[in-house]
Structures are given as structure tokens and as C-alpha cells.
Nanobody, 119 residues
């Protein structure tokens, strides 16, 4: 059973920084593409950043220049470094692990961690 556990959320003032972590267990972490999604109240869940098993990264336009995604395969952990945070970054952030194999898609989600940006 693949499990994802997020941590690092909290309350931060505008302009501040947070680093989210996503620890993966129960499978071989390095074969998964990892993604960070966020969902604000009343809105859909949107992809914010992703990193492939090979290390290629993608960032949503709204976070480019402020967020960085990375992974440490030795620690089975993905990270989202968030800087210059804005109130509109307030949301529950979810970690996703994805892989495709023999025509099947595998998706696993963490429980989410709340990020609140407010003065």
C-alpha cells in the first residue's frame, strides 16, 4: 500500500516562506512522477508543480519564480519550497504520486496540509 504523508504547512505572513514535504512509503519512490496540487475553498484542485521520475520540473504560471519543486530519492521525499507567499496561495496542498505501467494509471494522494497566508 502506497502512502503519502505531507507536512510543513501552517500560517505565514505575506512575503514569507514555507517548505512542504511529502514522504512516500510502500513502493519504489524513484519511479513515480510527483506533483503538488492545491485546493482553495469553493474551488477545484489545481496542479501547482510537478517533477518527473527523471527530474524534469513544471510550475504553474501563478507560482513561477516563487515556488520550487524538488525530490530526494534517497529519502523517498518530494518537496515544495514556497517563497514570497501571497494571500491567494492560501489552500490545502496535496501531494500526488503518479506512474503509468502497461496501460494502467496509478495515482496516490496524501491527506493534505493547510497553508494559510495572512497578516
Amino acid at each position: 500500500q502506497v502512502q503519502l504523508v505531507e507536512s510543513g504547512g501552517g500560517l505565514v505572513q505575506p512575503g514569507g516562506s514555507l517548505r512542504l514535504s511529502c514522504a512516500v512509503s510502500g513502493s519504489i519512490f524513484s519511479i513515480y512522477d510527483m506533483g503538488w496540487y492545491r485546493q482553495a475553498p469553493g474551488k477545484q484542485r489545481d496542479l501547482v508543480a510537478s517533477i518527473t521520475s527523471g527530474g524534469s520540473t513544471w510550475l504553474a504560471d501563478s507560482v513561477k519564480g516563487r515556488f520550487t519543486i524538488s525530490r530526494d530519492n534517497a529519502k523517498n521525499t518530494a518537496y515544495l519550497q514556497m517563497s514570497s507567499l501571497k494571500p491567494e496561495d492560501t489552500a490545502v496542498y496535496y501531494c500526488n504520486a503518479h506512474r503509468a505501467e502497461f496501460g494502467r494509471e496509478y495515482n496516490y494522494w496524501g491527506q493534505g496540509t493547510q497553508v494559510t497566508v495572512s497578516s
